[in-house]
RNA sequence: GCCCCCAUCGUCUAGAGGCCUAGGACAACACCCUUUCACGGUGUAGACAGCGAUUCGAAUUCGCUUGGGGGUACCA
């Protein structure tokens, strides 16, 4: 068999989707599985729509995921240009071969002449088709209608094809995911391939690029089903190799609606942008309708592809769901050496300022803080009480739950008073503590409810890090006042 | 409307006729650990959409119904 060649084919009119990520991550397993390659390509026939922010976009999320292309706008390769738009010059040769070979016609009908037509299709309640009424068009009546002033549109001419390769109206083919598919092609109509004002469509683009490019399979989402039947015959029509097809269900929101913007992130950079790692999304959407055969969930990419069984994934629908992300998010937040979350987390702790902690004192506090965090922004608020000195704001439950409590005051007055005679290392406070909550002990009070107050005054929360090593970090000077300012 | 795809716990899934009184993961709940929170550990609850058919036997095969999704463009 040939080289197995797939592509990834996302259109730059927005920042790169989480479903177009799963559709790359397919492709990309796909062919590292298969020892094959893996294509980029922008499709940009749409001028309108399209932007080169987004096609930046698109190239750092691929890369932010470890998608990294073989051949693409970028990297160049055998086959280029890789961005659609470049491609222009290639298209109407091909254009030119279907309509000499009868499987094209030019179609002067006009928007108010197809909208006609369809409403009547509607009204009759019948699917709609194209009426193919410029189909047997005369030199002289092209001719005619061009002096209109009318610019025609290409139509492929799905019966022509149909016939001239298949026995039956009823096309079939063998999907990689779903098996066999059919379709009966007499409810397809001729559907344009080149546009009026010159541009190719996306059927007929795809169909010269996949070719040109030696595709070998074409693996995206299910909503290309309907494409599928179209672009087979084209293939055939130009005497090209079919590819094969794979056709993936779609992620949906918990509310089975279509995955937008008001169900939070969307785009791969969005999910970034909140404190996503890249190697916790990418591994949560691999899970995505497809399964480990170890059962083992958690793994890096790479592993994943040897695994990878593109027969196996689910032909079903999945829901994209925030709460099995956010498990894996922090558990990739565990996994990472503490270097390197330290320099991560800066880029969310850019309101303190961090010159008041040295950089032992920082990475302890890193050390401290991590565990329960989901998102890395999580840590801009858990931290918060390890700035500001002698200061520190005491949430108003903590006051009077914890603070207003006689045994506390009991309390806080005896650690500033023993507190005062400490070695101040996270080794001896340590001990002290525990000696301090004993003491309490015996006098009925719950070490619990002794550390409680402790953590009140100090960090002015009733929920936070290792106390002994916050207090290590933030200092005798500044824990001493700030219990303090808690006594009445 | 018409066409196509899909259907196992709330969610992601394992399951390819007997191994299933349906397994795992996330979430939930309970308990344990513990100087708080968390982490971790243990456990509980929770599903084969419905109806027919095939078969000695069906979550697994077939049909219908229902539900969900997609397509129906001179968008991609």
């Known amino acids: ?160 094809a149909q016939k001239a390769f298949h026995e039956s109206s009823i096309l079939k083919f063998d999907d990689l995911v779903k098996g066999e598919l059919q379709m009966d092609t007499n409810l397809i109509g001729d559907f344009v391939i080149m546009k ?69 992130a969307t785009a ?15 591994n949560f959407v691999a899970l995505l309708g497809w399964a480990p055969s170890d059962g083992e969930e958690v793994k890096p990419v790479e592993k994943i592809a040897e695994d990878f069984r593109i027969g196996e994934i689910s032909s079903s629908n999945s829901i994209f769901e925030y709460d099995k992300l956010k498990w894996m998010n922090s558990h990739y937040i565990k996994a990472l050496p503490i270097a390197t979350l330290k320099e991560i987390l800066k880029k969310y702790l850019t309101k303190y300022n961090l010159t008041e902690l040295s950089d032992e004192q920082y990475t302890r506090m890193v050390e401290i803080t991590r565990e329960p965090l989901t998102l890395l922004s999580d840590i801009t608020e858990a931290v918060s009480y390890f700035f500001g000195g002698k200061n520190v704001d ?40 525990d000696a301090f909550r004993g003491e309490f002990k015996e006098k009925g009070i719950k070490p619990k409810a002794t550390m409680w107050a402790i953590r009140g005054a100090i960090t002015g929360r009733t929920r936070g890090a290792d106390m002994t090593a916050t207090l290590a970090i933030l200092g005798k000077e500044n824990c001493l006042e700030r219990a303090k300012k808690s006594i009445k």
């Open 1 to 160: 068999m040939s080289e197995v060649r797939v592509r990834i084919a996302p259109s730059p009119s927005g920042n790169l989707h989480v479903g177009t990520a799963r559709t790359a991550l397919f492709n990309y397993l796909f062919a590292k599985k298969n020892n094959g390659k893996f294509v980029l390509r922008i499709e940009d026939t749409d001028a309108e729509r399209t932007s080169q922010e987004y096609v930046d976009n698109i190239f750092d999320s691929l890369k932010a995921l470890g998608l990294n292309w073989d051949e693409g706008p970028d990297v160049g390769g055998e086959y280029g240009p890789y961005t659609q738009s470049e491609r222009f010059d290639i298209y109407p040769k091909y254009i030119q071969e279907l309509l000499d070979k009868g499987f094209a016609y030019e179609c002067f009908c006009t928007p108010e002449e197809l909208e006609a037509e369809k409403e009547e299709a509607t009204a009759n309640k019948k699917a709609y088709v194209y009426s193919k009424k410029c189909e047997n068009l005369t030199e002289e009546e092209k001719a005619q209608l061009r002096a209109e002033g009318r610019k025609p549109a290409i139509r492929f001419n799905i019966a022509k």
């Open 196 to 264: 009026s004002n010159g541009a190719p469509t996306y059927n007929y683009a795809v169909v010269i690029d996949d070719a040109l490019m030696k595709i070998t399979h074409v693996i995206r989402g299910e909503d290309h089903i309907s494409n599928t039947y179209k672009q087979i015959l084209i293939f055939e029509a130009l005497g090209f190799d079919v590819p094969r097809f794979g056709h993936l269900g779609m992620i949906l929101a918990p509310d089975r609606s279509k995955l937008s913007k008001r169900h939070g």
């Open 268 to 282: 791969v950079s969005d999910f970034v942008e909140q404190g996503y790692l890249t190697e916790a999304l990418v």
């Open 394 to 433: 005491i949430e108003e439950e903590v006051q009077t739950t914890v603070l207003d409590l006689p045994e506390s005051q009991d309390i806080l007055k005896a650690f500033v008073e023993q507190g005062e005679g400490w070695e101040w290392t996270e080794h001896n406070l340590h001990e002290k503590l």
